[in-house]
């Protein structure tokens, strides 16, 4: 089975690519559905949210309240202090996941992460690509997706690396200013080729 990352900015399309792939057979594991698994199902995980954020963190029910980890983070600027709580246990729940998808006979596992590069063991992946866009394209995509105001898109945007400096450091890179069929073309075309060779 070939591991693949894929990364991009916001609003980039690195998702609507995953959905090609996973709709191609790929296994698709999104970074942010992983930490939110982690954070509801690791009782470390669960006790330090708590000691750090409040017994807000979690809903009466015992279920995450993203809402208020959210506001914490991203809000009082907190975000550092999540993450270093969070992402040390990543690997570990990723490469139960990798093993999950292989015996279930998946060609492809797909992991979808913005911080990929900065998280990134070295080696840990057979390749990495990248998924670039214009920032007006970008501005445009999130607009439509969740109604965010261009000044709030424009501050995500500044908050993230500047991933067209990161180009060098990966294996394919998927440029996303045209149409979804373009998209689907260039994202067909990278899927055959990362398909392992089968013994015929």
Known sequence: ???????????????????IWKGMGAYVLNADDLAKDVMASDAEVKQQLVDHFGSESFLDDGKLNTKHLANEAFEKGRVEELNAIVHPKLPAAASIKVEEAEAQGYDIFVYEAALLLENLEPGSLDYIVLVLADEDHRIERVKQRDNSSEAEIRERIQ???????????????????????????KAEIIYHSLLPERDT
């Open 1 to 19: 089975m070939i591991t693949v990352g894929i990364t991009g900015g916001i609003g980039s399309g690195k998702s609507t690519v995953c959905k």
């Open 159 to 185: 908050n993230q690396r500047n991933f067209e400096k990161a180009t060098d450091r990966v294996d394919y890179v998927i440029r996303n200013n045209g149409t979804l069929e373009e998209l689907e073309k």
